[in-house]
C-alpha cells in the first residue's frame, strides 16, 4: 500500500513546494495585471464617449481623444497582457517541469519594475510625451526598460525548463517556449525598424514596421501563452487526455509558421513590394488553421466530461477563450480579403477587431487559469459563485458589443462612408455616432465586469478566501463529482497525468 501512495504523496508535496515558492510573484502579476486592464478599460471608456460626446471632460486636456487612446491600449497590452502572461508562464512552467522557483524575489522585484515603468510609460503618454507609434506609444527609454525587464522574469522559466524532471515535453511547454523566445524577437525587431533606426523623412517605413509588430505581438505571443493555458486547462479540470496530441503539434507549427507572415495586409495599395502585402493577407487567412485546431481539441475534450463544463469557472473561460480565438482568426480572415481592406483598412474596424483578440480571446483564457491558478497559490477558495459568473456574462456581453458595432458595422458602414467621393470626413464620421454607443456600452459591460473580478482577486490577494477542499462552482455539485472537477482531482492524481506527453 505504501508503494502506491508513496509516489501521490511525493508528487502531492512537489506541487505544494512549488505553489509556495510562486505565490507572490504570480499573485502580483495577476493582481496588477487586474488593476491595469481596469485603467486600460476605463481609459478606452473615455476615448469612446469622445467619439460621440466631444465636450466630455473637455476641462481636462490630457484626456482628449489622442492621448486617452494610446493609453487605454499600452495600458491593455503591457499593463493587464504582459503580466498576466508572465503570471500563466511561470506558473505552468514551473509545475509541468517539477521545478521549485528559486529565485522568486528576483521576479518579484522584476515585477515592481515592470510596473513602476508601464505607470511612467503611461504617464508620459498621457501627457503628450508619447512617440504617437501605434501599440508602442511609450517612449523609447521605457520600451527598452522594459525589454530588458522581461529578461529578469523569462529567464527563470527557461532554466526551470532546462533543468525539468523525467523526459515528458508538454503541449503546453511548446507553446510557452516559442512565446518565450519570440517575445523579445518582436518586441527588440518593433523597436528598431519603427523606432529607433529611422528618421523623421521614414514614416512608410514606422507604418509597416508597426503593422507587423501589432500582428506579430499578437500571434507570437499572446495567442500561444492563452493556448498553453487552454491545453493544460481543459485535461486538469476533466480528468481526460487531451482530445488529439497530433492535431495539437500541427496547430503549434502551423501557427509558428504562418504567424510571423501576418500584418502587411494592413499596408495594401502602399508603396511597399506587392508580394509582402497578399502573402500576408494569405497567412491571415491560414491563421483559421491553427485556431481550429486549438477548437476542436478543447471542445472535445471538455465535452468528454460535460459536468466539468457546466460547473467549472477555469473550463468555461477556457473554451469561451478557444471560441474567441476561432471567431477572431475568422474575422481576421474576412477582413484581410481584398475585396474587404477596402472598407476595413482605413476604418474602426482594425481597433476593434484587435480589442476582440485581446479581450475576447487572450483575457478570456487568462481569467481562466488565473480561476484554476490563484485557490492553488493561495491555499483558499473562490469567495463567491456568482461573482464569477456575473464577471463571466458580463465580460460576453462587452465583448459581443464590441465585435458587433465596432468591428463589423460600424468598421463596414464606416469604410463604406469613407469611399464615398462627394461625401466629407466629417459626414463619414458621423454615421458612426450610433456604432460609438455601442461601443461605450460595450466598455460598461467590461468595466463591470472587472470590477467585480479585481474584488474578488483582492480578497484573494488577502487570503479571505474560504478554506475548504470543495471549489467555488458556478452551480451545485454534481453527484458524479462528489469533490468538484477543480477540488480533490488536483490533489490526488500524479501530477499532470492528464496532460499528453511527447
Known amino acids: 500500500m505504501s508503494t502506491i501512495t508513496s509516489p501521490v504523496l511525493e508528487d502531492t508535496k512537489l506541487r505544494a513546494d512549488i505553489d509556495r515558492s510562486l505565490r507572490h510573484p504570480v499573485m502580483f502579476f495577476f493582481a496588477s495585471g487586474a488593476v491595469w486592464l481596469a485603467i486600460s478599460l476605463l481609459l478606452g471608456t473615455m476615448a469612446s464617449i469622445k467619439t460621440h460626446a466631444p465636450d466630455f471632460m473637455s476641462c481636462c486636456s490630457f484626456l482628449n481623444y489622442g492621448r486617452t487612446m494610446p493609453a487605454h491600449m499600452s495600458a491593455l497590452i503591457y499593463g493587464w497582457g504582459a503580466q498576466a502572461a508572465f503570471g500563466v508562464i511561470i506558473w505552468l512552467m514551473s509545475r509541468l517541469s517539477r521545478q521549485e522557483c528559486k529565485k522568486s524575489g528576483i521576479i518579484l522585484a522584476a515585477g515592481h519594475w515592470w510596473n513602476l515603468m508601464v505607470?511612467?510609460?503611461?504617464?508620459?503618454?498621457?501627457?503628450?510625451?508619447?512617440?504617437?507609434?501605434?501599440?508602442?506609444?511609450?517612449?523609447?527609454?521605457?520600451?527598452?526598460?522594459?525589454?530588458?525587464?522581461?529578461?529578469?522574469?523569462?529567464?527563470w522559466a527557461v532554466i526551470a525548463f532546462r533543468v525539468r524532471r523525467g523526459g515528458h515535453i508538454y503541449i503546453s511547454q511548446w507553446y510557452l517556449l516559442a512565446a518565450l523566445f519570440w517575445f523579445p524577437w518582436v518586441v527588440i525587431s518593433g523597436l528598431m525598424f519603427g523606432q529607433l533606426f529611422l528618421?523623421?523623412?521614414?514614416?512608410?517605413?514606422?507604418?509597416?514596421?508597426?503593422?507587423?509588430?501589432?500582428?506579430a505581438l499578437m500571434f507570437l505571443f499572446f495567442t500561444p501563452v492563452a493556448a498553453a493555458s487552454a491545453y493544460y486547462i481543459a485535461p486538469k479540470v476533466t480528468g481526460r487526455p487531451v482530445y488529439s496530441y497530433h492535431l495539437a503539434i500541427f496547430g503549434f507549427w502551423a501557427l509558428a509558421i504562418v504567424g510571423p507572415w501576418t500584418g502587411m495586409d494592413r499596408m495594401m495599395g502602399a508603396p511597399i513590394p506587392a508580394f509582402?502585402?497578399?502573402l500576408s493577407a494569405g497567412a491571415a487567412v491560414l491563421l483559421v488553421v491553427p485556431a481550429i485546431a486549438l477548437f476542436i481539441n478543447i471542445i472535445k475534450t471538455a465535452a468528454s466530461n460535460k459536468d466539468a463544463l457546466a460547473h467549472s469557472p477555469s473550463?468555461?473561460?477556457?473554451?469561451?477563450?478557444?471560441?474567441?480565438?476561432?471567431?477572431?482568426?475568422?474575422m481576421g480572415a474576412v477582413m484581410s480579403l481584398?475585396?474587404?481592406?477596402?472598407?476595413?483598412?482605413?476604418?474602426?474596424?482594425?481597433?476593434?477587431?484587435?480589442?476582440?483578440?485581446?479581450?475576447?480571446?487572450?483575457?478570456?483564457?487568462?481569467?481562466?487559469?488565473i480561476y484554476f491558478i490563484v485557490p492553488r497559490i493561495t491555499n483558499r477558495e473562490w469567495i463567491s459563485a456568482k461573482m464569477i459568473s456575473l464577471h463571466f456574462w458580463l465580460f460576453i456581453y462587452g465583448i459581443v458589443f464590441i465585435a458587433i458595432f465596432y468591428t463589423f458595422l460600424g468598421g463596414f458602414m464606416h469604410g463604406y462612408a469613407l469611399e464615398q467621393v462627394g461625401e466629407s470626413i466629417m459626414a463619414s464620421s458621423?454615421?458612426?455616432?450610433?456604432?460609438?454607443?455601442?461601443?461605450?456600452?460595450?466598455?460598461?459591460?467590461?468595466?463591470?465586469?472587472?470590477?467585480?473580478?479585481?474584488?474578488?482577486?483582492?480578497?484573494?490577494?488577502?487570503?479571505?478566501?474560504?478554506?475548504?477542499?470543495?471549489?467555488?462552482?458556478?452551480?451545485s455539485h454534481s453527484p458524479s463529482m462528489p469533490h468538484g472537477p477543480e477540488g480533490d482531482l488536483d490533489k490526488l492524481e500524479p501530477m499532470d497525468s492528464n496532460q499528453v506527453a511527447h
Open 119 to 155: 505607470a511612467i510609460g503611461t504617464v508620459c503618454v498621457l501627457s503628450g510625451s508619447g512617440t504617437g507609434v501605434v501599440w508602442m506609444a511609450f517612449p523609447q527609454a521605457i520600451m527598452i526598460s522594459l525589454v530588458l525587464t522581461y529578461f529578469f522574469i523569462g529567464i
Open 276 to 278: 509582402m502585402q497578399f
Open 338 to 369: 481584398p475585396s474587404a481592406l477596402k472598407y476595413t483598412q482605413f476604418s474602426i474596424a482594425q481597433y476593434g477587431l484587435e480589442l476582440t483578440g485581446l479581450l475576447g480571446f487572450f483575457s478570456m483564457c487568462m481569467f481562466g487559469a
Open 315 to 330: 473550463l468555461r473561460f477556457t473554451v469561451a477563450g478557444a471560441m474567441g480565438m476561432l471567431i477572431f482568426t475568422l
Open 430 to 475: 458621423g454615421r458612426l455616432y450610433p456604432y460609438a454607443i455601442g461601443l461605450t456600452t460595450g466598455f460598461v459591460f467590461l468595466l463591470f465586469a472587472i470590477f467585480m473580478f479585481c474584488c474578488h482577486l483582492l480578497f484573494m490577494w488577502l487570503r479571505l478566501g474560504r478554506r475548504s477542499n470543495h471549489p467555488t462552482l458556478l452551480s
Open 199 to 215: 528618421g523623421d523623412g521614414d514614416a512608410l517605413m514606422v507604418t509597416a514596421s508597426t503593422a507587423w509588430f501589432r500582428s
